[in-house]
């Protein structure tokens, strides 16, 4: 013990004596140890670009229609990788990724949109002695269950009889059905259908056709959901067993704002298994109240009068309300199937946040300042449409980058965006690739396409497991697969 306690003071006077060393001794140490770790950084950095370049050499696409950028240095200043990173190129729907931070900031996590059913009539043995309005909220999720559960909740006030008409309210949303800032051609696909305050099941009808028992016989063919919006000609044919299937269904307007005419045609074989098709319709609004009266009279509830448009008197009731499941999950169905209808709709909800009837153009506003307000010159970037659907969106790899950093430090939104995002592998856009790689469950990412446009964007699994964000895009006229090709390689680079 005395041992002990003669080396202890023979320290503490060694300590003293040397005091003024101790500091510079810390010092020093620090300054080693972060020159090593700077150096294993630089040697990453290094080896990551060495192996970036030998892929993009390999590939014979041309740089010069590339644009890329990818980094965990929250400045952006030591990129892992930078390629024509200014430069500014059609994004596709890529844009959404924009689109999520301006929704999530004026509608945080956990909103709801509601629908309901309003009446200023009054109720005598079970009729309703007049209108029904129907009353949209924006709600791009309202599907045949929401309307299910809105006729349920309306069938408890027990009128069996409305004896007026069911009166589509839609004045949230202007009446712009298809912005100016899409693509200039209509077509009648799903991915282009029209918005409104009041939509239903995505503004689109599924059409399955079936083969009849026998070659010659007429093939079976459904609308889904079932209502009068919708006129059905089938002219269907069964062909033998084991030939091609030769389907064509088109939708046109029926005049009169009636509804709409689909009319399918064609051969389908006796063995073949069902086909679907999904096409738009032409109006929101009526669409949704013929579909409202086919649901009440499934349930017993007659309607006397006629579908129309108008607005909800004052001092009409809520006789019953339907709300949407969370914002955050209707995020998930826009970037994990880039859907460009929701993309719209949630744009437009979040302008009615500032001021009612909400638009595109006021939404695109809000992206241009949040833009901004990441510090991106207005020269580096032309936004028009939310969704993508347009040549006329420009950014830079860079500038997507920056609102990539942006939304990774967010605490308050981070993870609702990190969750919408289709999974390597795993769903969404990105399930057929990485499955088989170091890429499965490591990349979350949105990707874009238009003809002679690519692109990917999102985040990377790290070294360490932190999300690295990522950009890359491409305008050109090489073989669309070949790029996407390049960019799983080029993560891959990145992830192992």
């Given at each position: 013990?005395?041992?002990?306690?003669?080396?202890?003071?023979?320290?503490?006077?060694?300590?003293?004596?040397?005091?003024?060393?101790?500091?510079?001794?810390?010092?020093?140490?620090?300054?080693?140890?972060?020159?090593?770790?700077?150096?294993?950084?630089?040697?990453?950095?290094?080896?990551?670009?060495?192996?970036?370049?030998?892929?993009?050499?390999?590939?014979?696409?041309?740089?010069?229609h590339?644009?890329?950028?990818?980094?965990?240095?929250?400045?952006?200043?030591?990129?892992?990788?930078?390629?024509?990173?200014s430069?500014?190129?059609?994004?596709?729907?890529?844009?959404?990724?924009?689109?999520?931070?301006?929704?999530?900031?004026?509608?945080?996590?956990?909103?709801?949109?509601?629908?309901?059913?309003?009446?200023?009539?009054?109720?005598?043995?079970?009729?309703?002695?007049?209108?029904?309005?129907?009353?949209?909220g924006?709600?791009?999720?309202?599907?045949?269950?929401?309307?299910?559960?809105?006729?349920?909740?309306?069938?408890?006030?027990?009128?069996?009889?409305?004896e007026?008409?069911i009166?589509?309210?839609?004045?949230?949303?202007?009446?712009?059905?298809?912005?100016?800032?899409?693509?200039?051609?209509?077509?009648?696909?799903?991915?282009?259908?029209?918005?409104?305050?009041?939509?239903?099941?995505?503004?689109?009808?599924n059409?399955?056709?079936?083969?009849g028992?026998?070659?010659?016989?007429?093939?079976?063919?459904?609308?889904?959901?079932?209502?009068?919006?919708?006129?059905?000609?089938?002219?269907?044919?069964?062909?033998?067993?084991?030939?091609?299937?030769s389907?064509?269904?088109?939708?046109?307007?029926?005049?009169?704002?009636?509804?709409?005419?689909?009319?399918?045609?064609?051969?389908?074989?006796?063995?073949?298994?069902?086909?679907?098709?999904?096409?738009?319709?032409?109006?929101?609004?009526?669409?949704?109240?013929?579909?409202?009266?086919s649901?009440?009279?499934?349930?017993?509830?007659?309607?006397?009068g006629?579908?129309?448009?108008?607005?909800?008197?004052?001092?009409?009731?809520?006789?019953?309300?339907?709300?949407?499941?969370?914002?955050?999950?209707?995020?998930?169905?826009?970037?994990?199937?880039?859907?460009?209808?929701?993309?719209?709709?949630?744009?437009?909800?979040?302008?009615?946040?500032?001021?009612?009837?909400?638009?595109?153009?006021?939404?695109?506003?809000?992206?241009?300042?949040?833009?901004?307000?990441?510090?991106i010159?207005?020269?580096?970037?032309?936004?028009?449409?939310?969704?993508?659907?347009?040549?006329?969106?420009?950014?830079?790899?860079?500038?997507?980058?920056?609102?990539?950093?942006?939304?990774?430090?967010?605490f308050?939104i981070?993870?609702e965006?990190?969750?919408?995002?289709?999974?390597?592998?795993?769903?969404g856009?990105?399930?057929?690739?990485?499955?088989?790689?170091?890429?499965?469950?490591?990349?979350?990412?949105?990707?874009?396409?238009?003809?002679?446009?690519?692109?990917?964007a999102?985040?990377?699994?790290?070294?360490?497991?932190?999300?690295i964000?990522?950009?890359?895009?491409?305008?050109?006229?090489d073989?669309?697969?070949a790029?996407?090709?390049?960019?799983?390689?080029?993560?891959?680079?990145?992830?192992?």
């Amino acid at each position: 013990m005395q041992c002990f306690n003669s080396e202890m003071k023979n320290f503490s006077k060694l300590v003293k004596k040397h005091s003024l060393l101790i500091p510079f001794l810390v010092f020093f140490i620090l300054f080693v140890l972060t020159l090593s770790l700077k150096a294993s950084t630089d040697k990453q950095i290094s080896d990551w670009q060495s192996r970036i370049n030998k892929i993009l050499y390999s590939s014979k696409i041309s740089k010069a229609h590339l644009g890329i950028f990818i980094s965990d240095d929250s400045s952006g200043e030591k990129p892992i990788f930078s390629l024509n990173a200014s430069a500014k190129i059609i994004p596709a729907s890529v844009t959404k990724l924009v689109t999520s931070a301006v929704v999530l900031e004026e509608l945080p996590p956990g909103t709801k949109f509601k629908t309901g059913l309003w009446s200023k009539a009054k109720v005598e043995k079970s009729h309703l002695k007049g209108d029904l309005y129907l009353k949209g909220g924006g709600d791009p999720s309202f599907v045949s269950e929401n309307m299910w559960f809105l006729v349920n909740s309306f069938l408890r006030t027990r009128v069996n009889t409305i004896e007026g008409d069911i009166i589509v309210d839609d004045s949230l949303f202007d009446q712009s059905r298809f912005d100016s800032s899409r693509q200039e051609e209509r077509v009648d696909r799903a991915y282009d259908a029209p918005t409104g305050a009041m939509s239903f099941n995505w503004n689109s009808v599924n059409i399955f056709i079936r083969p009849g028992t026998s070659s010659g016989e007429a093939a079976v063919v459904f609308a889904d959901p079932e209502n009068d919006y919708i006129q059905l000609k089938a002219q269907v044919k069964t062909s033998s067993a084991g030939s091609s299937n030769s389907i064509l269904v088109e939708r046109e307007a029926r005049p009169g704002n009636e509804g709409d005419l689909v009319i399918v045609k064609g051969k389908i074989a006796a063995d073949s298994k069902e086909v679907t098709v999904y096409k738009n319709i032409t109006h929101p609004d009526l669409w949704s109240g013929f579909n409202l009266r086919s649901f009440l009279k499934q349930r017993g509830i007659e309607v006397l009068g006629k579908i129309r448009s108008g607005i909800i008197p004052a001092g009409a009731n809520l006789l019953a309300e339907s709300e949407s499941k969370p914002v955050e999950l209707i995020l998930a169905d826009m970037n994990k199937f880039s859907n460009n209808f929701v993309a719209e709709m949630l744009a437009k909800s979040a302008a009615a946040k500032i001021s009612v009837p909400g638009n595109i153009s006021r939404a695109m506003e809000m992206s241009r300042d949040y833009m901004k307000k990441l510090g991106i010159k207005e020269s580096d970037f032309e936004l028009q449409n939310p969704s993508g659907l347009t040549r006329d969106n420009r950014l830079t790899a860079f500038g997507l980058w920056k609102v990539l950093s942006d939304l990774e430090k967010r605490f308050q939104i981070q993870p609702e965006l990190m969750t919408s995002l289709p999974i390597g592998g795993v769903d969404g856009t990105l399930k057929k690739r990485f499955k088989e790689s170091a890429g499965l469950r490591q990349v979350r990412a949105k990707t874009g396409s238009l003809t002679g446009v690519v692109s990917m964007a999102g985040y990377l699994s790290g070294p360490e497991g932190h999300p690295i964000p990522f950009v890359m895009m491409y305008n050109g006229s090489d073989d669309e697969s070949a790029v996407r090709v390049l960019f799983d390689k080029l993560c891959l680079a990145v992830i192992e």
